[in-house]
């Protein structure tokens, strides 16, 4: 984790301009935190099998990041959850304005790109990263998962369509997390399989977690509005916060039986990031 943030603030994009707080309204919500969750997957599997390896995935890791905040920034803008906080800060268009935030999600989400592309790696394996992180970030993971998302606000869906819609939206980012650092270090395609179906449920359990801190914690605790989910799909919303906590468990224990039939050598790497968020529910 800290040789990831040293590189972060080390790459944080910055341009020479006039312009009064560009850089900072792009700088922001990457300093202000963040569990570094997609990163730090992608990471982990690589120091697992090709620790030399390790300085040129930073790149894109930092790639996720960036990717991951650009959505945070856009998802919390007036026309989608009108949030004024995010990891415990005011969001952008409340700082500055709604365009603002609008143009420095735009540039984070290319700058994820760009990033890649100047990544000390092998120029197939870069495709192949741009591809995979293009894929699920954008037209058939998150952008969908969010559009299904804002446009069944009011509409209860079922349950397997809810589980549909977060696939999309929250899990297929984290499974990218894995399978990149999977392609990076050349691991067999039915080994990446087992990691990105993995991190697909990993990260539909993620969701359920989410939903559950909504619900259950304070804006303070959280470090993000809560208690903003009334009208959508949430499955607290749907199934109750009794049954909610229920689907994370069985999730949870899934995903823990699953994680115990990984090699030794990727069990190691993931063990203290996987206990943590496999049973964050019951904190």
Do not use: C, W
């Not at 910055?14 to 202000?32: G, I, K, Q």
């Not at 990163?39 to 990717?67: I, K, N, Q």
């Not at 919390?76 to 609008?102: K, Q, S, W």
């Amino acid at each position: 984790m800290q040789r990831f943030e040293a590189y972060l603030k080390a790459n944080l994009p910055t341009v020479e301009t006039f312009h009064p707080h560009y850089n900072d309204s792009l700088s922001a919500m990457l300093l202000a935190g963040g569990k570094r969750f997609r990163p730090m997957l992608l990471l982990s599997v690589v120091e697992a099998y090709e620790p030399l390896l390790f300085e040129g995935a930073l790149a894109p890791a930092l790639a996720l990041e960036f990717l991951h905040t650009y959505s945070l920034i856009h998802d919390d803008l007036p026309a989608m959850d009108n949030a004024p906080l995010r990891r415990g800060f005011e969001t952008l268009h409340v700082t500055y304005n709604e365009a603002t935030a609008i143009l420095a999600g735009d540039a984070l989400n290319t700058e994820a790109f760009y990033h890649i592309a100047k990544a000390p790696l092998r120029d197939d394996v870069k495709i192949k990263l741009v591809e995979l992180l293009a894929r699920d970030g954008g037209t058939y993971g998150m952008v969908l998962g969010q559009s299904i998302d804002l446009h069944f606000e009011n509409e209860p869906l079922t349950l397997e369509k809810v589980k549909v819609l977060h696939i999309n939206k929250t899990a297929k980012l984290i499974a990218t997390s894995l399978l990149m650092g999977a392609v990076i270090v050349g691991l067999a395609k039915a080994k990446q399989e087992e990691l990105y179906q993995f991190g697909i449920d990993l990260g539909l359990l993620f969701q359920i977690q989410d939903d559950i801190i909504d619900e259950t914690q304070s804006e303070e605790e959280a470090g993000k509005t809560t208690g903003n989910d009334g009208d959508k799909n949430s499955f607290i919303n749907l199934i109750g916060l009794d049954r909610s906590m229920e689907e994370a468990e069985m999730l949870a224990q899934n995903l823990e039986e699953r994680f115990n039939h990984f090699d030794e050598v990727l069990q190691k790497a993931l063990y203290d990031m996987m206990k943590h968020y496999l049973y964050r529910h019951r904190s």
